[in-house]
């Protein structure tokens, strides 16, 4: 590590430069050549000019990264997170614990149309043997009756 003072200079090589900015030689070098950073005719960086350069583009040319470590390992377990919550949902889908949206719409609105058919042709069923009583009480208890065995075939069907 060479340190040259001159005039409250400080010049630094690129090696020195990347250990304290905490990043890898390879990306100083390419800083140097997309000309973001500069050296001078001896290799050597000016420290503070080339960090206050690199700080202040850093947004810039590494948009979403953070100087800040931990925001890379939370956006990575963040990222995990959603994977691991995608591969839970396919496998869900695979063992039938989970249907598509379309398909739920689907069987519920045949689910509909079956029940809305059973009790529109209640009447037709039940007018016959309702039609000898007189008696309010024997009418209803005819009527609770099929009603509850056509809600008792519903819930046994099975598939739609």
Known sequence: MMKIKNNKIELITKSEFARRMNITPGRVNALLKKGIIAQNKNGRLDYKKCKEILESNRQVYAPGKSADPSAYIKAKTKREESLAKIADLEFKKK??????????????????????????????????RLAGHRSPNKIKALLEKEIKRLLKELAEVKEL
């Open 95 to 128: 063992s039938k614990q989970l249907i598509e949206i379309v398909e739920a719409q689907r069987v519920y609105s045949e689910a509909l149309s079956l029940i809305k058919r059973r009790f529109l042709d209640l009447p037709i069923k039940i007018a016959p």
